[in-house]
């Protein structure tokens, strides 16, 4: 009896053993590993340097840069003190963190005061003077590196000879199209360095440098306004402009992250109620956070039915473009509520009167160009052959979809949710244009994706999958854009059409063949 | 007869210098005798199905060799005539060998190509200069390759130069 017992053991230990231990030359293993072997891919691709492979430039998204005050150098984002957390944000640092306002100039005429410098690679956040570190884009750099791209302004790696990893840091505060004119110049200026670097290293004069973006949340809405209009603002009178494509004349690849390309419903929430980055970080008030124009520009977009009356769940939503609407409902800049913020950061103006008119006006100007630019990202258009197009969405997480509105109160509350990336949803990431109740059983959309990848991470974590890291070096290093394709054709594989057919005659001559 | 060669003596060097290009001649007529062998060898060679084009290289090889101690108008002449073969022949097996993903024989033959070929002339309505830069080029990128990286740098050498 004790034998069979343990014969019986043995044997199943044995069939363990040698069907469910490894899936090498397997047929029925059915393993889901976590990791890729991409290490030992990448290798060639980690040696290589030449102008055949793209530089890559990577655009981080809202709150992605470290800013720091230009005339004294002080950090207006980046480091958060826990005690800020408990005792509240001092007059100074809600005064440098926001956008100055003015009646007289439009968004874009209003000065600069701050400088994006760095990425925001971590979140340092104080807990009772001990350093929190809340990882940012460290892993999008690393993936990066790892696939031998080499960043500018680091020290140069052995066997490599230039650069081509061009981190762009903008105030993503700013009007989005005023940044994609800061992007134009950030490219020009690049594109030349390269052109020396490749005349010096390999002969070649005035090369055609295209380069691939990859870009993060709304780092996604930059570069595609960019690809469509180029360095060109909106038009004045308020209309919406013709899509050019002349942003694409140095672009191949575009690569976007977790982007709310028909907005994102948190914006609604957060300009009303202010901003809590993460756990252990002071509240953003909403009229601090109400300066900020890019706020209102990644608002959702009409039609997709985010932000209705509670009253009236099925009647027209709620148009929050409308500054009237604001008004009405004691939202943002326009809550009588944040004048004390108002204050701080409008110190001249000492009439309470002046200070709202001045802030009325701010959150007008920012509608009406949020309208405008949403209006000119949503014109169904097709890139050019030569540009394409990928998406990386989160599906996995809960996240806000429909929010109601008390009419009388102005109080706003989620009450549906569908999969995103717990900011993000996947159709507002893909622009699916069915949410706007009308179900079709293909996806409309006034984006051409080339491809798209659907994971199961949130916000930021899509940055961290294996999927996202194998995929984003594979479309960047292995798939060829049209142009590179065109390119490649110098390859020592396309000979067929040079080889010589004649036969020789004798005495050095050959048939006319 | 003593006194005929003595008045004759005169013309001793006109005899000489007669006899120098009768000899010259011989040697002109025995190298191009010469030439004209390997060609119709290489003739045979290149037209032959499939294409011999190791033969046409070696028999080029040995033209070259023999032009490049020949300093004749003939011999410039089949130097030339032996570069343009020794193009096509290493164009030939080069891309042969990169067909076949041979790619270390395919880099000797692109740096034979390269070391010995020419780029004036043309084969039909082909430009040698085309071929020539097609095995310039193959020769850069090949050296990318795990097989010739991973071989004996001295070897490869020495392979380019064996012809024979």
């Given at each position: ?49 030449g102008?055949s ?148 290293n390999y002969g070649i004069k ?282 490649d054709k110098k390859s020592i594989l396309s000979h067929k059409n040079l080889a010589p057919v004649s036969s020789y005659l004798g005495n050095g001559v050959f048939d006319k063949k | 007869?003593?006194?005929v060669l003595l008045?004759n003596f005169k013309i001793l060097p006109v005899i000489f210098i007669l006899l120098f290009l009768s000899l010259s001649a011989c040697g002109v007529k025995n190298d191009e005798t010469f030439y004209r062998e390997l060609d119709s060898k290489i003739v045979k060679a290149y037209n032959s199905s499939p294409r011999n084009s190791v033969e046409v290289y070696v028999n080029s090889m040995k033209i070259l060799k023999k032009s490049e101690t020949d300093n004749t108008i003939t011999g410039k002449a089949w130097k030339l005539k032996a570069q343009k073969l020794i193009t096509i022949s290493c164009f030939f097996e080069c891309t042969q060998a990169i067909d076949k993903k041979l790619y270390l024989q395919a880099y000797i033959w692109a740096k034979r190509g390269v070391k010995r070929g020419t780029v004036f002339g043309k084969v039909g309505s082909v430009s040698l200069k085309s071929l020539y830069d097609y095995l310039n080029y193959s020769g850069i990128e090949l050296q990318k390759t795990t097989m010739v990286k991973n071989s004996n740098l001295k070897k490869i050498l020495q392979q380019i130069d064996h012809w024979q």
């Amino acid at each position: 009896m004790k034998f069979r017992i343990i014969s019986f053991f043995t044997a199943i230990s044995l069939y363990l053993v040698l069907s469910g231990c490894t899936s090498i030359g397997s047929y029925q293993s059915q393993e889901v590993l976590d990791k890729s072997l991409r290490g030992k891919l990448m290798k060639p691709y980690r040696e290589y340097e030449g102008p055949s492979r793209n530089p890559v430039i990577v655009i981080h998204g809202f709150l992605g840069s470290k800013l720091r005050d230009e005339a004294n150098g002080r950090v207006v984002w980046g480091e958060v003190s826990f005690w800020d957390s408990i005792t509240g944000l001092n007059d100074q640092y809600i005064y440098d963190l926001s956008l100055k306002m003015s009646k007289d100039h439009s968004l874009i005429e209003l000065d600069e005061n701050a400088e994006a410098y760095s990425f925001l690679e971590s979140l340092e956040v104080q807990l009772f003077g001990i350093p929190l570190y809340f990882n940012v884009y460290e892993d999008l750099l690393l993936i990066l590196l790892k696939s031998g791209y080499v960043e500018y302004g680091k020290p140069l790696p052995e066997g490599k000879h230039f650069y081509s990893l061009f981190p762009f840091y903008y105030d993503w505060r700013q009007d989005l199209p005023y940044s994609a004119s800061k992007l134009h110049k950030y490219i020009l200026r690049n594109r030349a360095y390269l052109q020396k670097e490749y005349e010096k290293n390999y002969g070649i004069k005035n090369y055609d440098v295209q380069f691939d973006i990859v870009a993060h949340s709304m780092g996604g809405l930059l570069s595609r306004y960019y690809l469509r209009y180029g360095d060109e603002d909106l038009p004045a009178d308020n209309s919406i402009p013709e899509i050019t494509w002349k942003g694409s004349k140095y672009i191949d690849k575009l690569l976007v992250v977790g982007t709310p390309n028909a907005g994102y419903l948190d914006t609604v929430l957060e300009l009303i109620n202010g901003l809590r980055v993460a756990f252990g970080t002071p509240k953003y008030p909403p009229a601090l956070i109400g300066t900020f124009a890019t706020y209102y520009q990644m608002m959702p977009v009409y039609g997709f039915r985010s932000v209705l009356y509670e009253d009236d769940p099925n009647g027209a939503e709620v148009d929050i473009f409308d500054p009237d609407v604001w008004i009405e409902l004691n939202w943002g800049l326009a809550d009588p509520r944040q004048d004390s913020i108002l204050q701080i950061l409008l110190p001249d103006v000492d009439d309470p009167v002046e200070r709202r008119e001045i802030a009325l006006d701010y959150l007008r100007k920012s509608l009406r160009r949020a309208k405008q630019f949403t209006m000119a990202m949503q014109v169904k258009a097709r890139p050019p052959d030569d540009v394409a197009m990928f998406l990386f969405a989160g599906n996995a997480v809960e996240t806000s979809r429909t929010a109601l509105v008390n009419r009388k109160t102005g109080a706003v509350r989620v009450t549906e949710y569908g999969p995103g990336d717990g900011k993000v949803l996947t159709s507002s990431a893909l622009f699916d244009l069915r949410e706007d109740g009308y179900w079709t059983p293909f996806i409309r959309s006034p984006i051409s994706w080339m491809g798209t990848f659907l994971l199961p991470a949130a916000h930021m974590g899509i940055i961290k999958s294996n999927t996202f890291s194998s995929n984003a070096s594979y479309g960047l290093l292995v798939t060829p854009s049209v142009k590179q394709d065109k390119r490649d054709k110098k390859s020592i594989l396309s000979h067929k059409n040079l080889a010589p057919v004649s036969s020789y005659l004798g005495n050095g001559v050959f048939d006319k063949k | 007869m003593e006194i005929v060669l003595l008045n004759n003596f005169k013309i001793l060097p006109v005899i000489f210098i007669l006899l120098f290009l009768s000899l010259s001649a011989c040697g002109v007529k025995n190298d191009e005798t010469f030439y004209r062998e390997l060609d119709s060898k290489i003739v045979k060679a290149y037209n032959s199905s499939p294409r011999n084009s190791v033969e046409v290289y070696v028999n080029s090889m040995k033209i070259l060799k023999k032009s490049e101690t020949d300093n004749t108008i003939t011999g410039k002449a089949w130097k030339l005539k032996a570069q343009k073969l020794i193009t096509i022949s290493c164009f030939f097996e080069c891309t042969q060998a990169i067909d076949k993903k041979l790619y270390l024989q395919a880099y000797i033959w692109a740096k034979r190509g390269v070391k010995r070929g020419t780029v004036f002339g043309k084969v039909g309505s082909v430009s040698l200069k085309s071929l020539y830069d097609y095995l310039n080029y193959s020769g850069i990128e090949l050296q990318k390759t795990t097989m010739v990286k991973n071989s004996n740098l001295k070897k490869i050498l020495q392979q380019i130069d064996h012809w024979q």
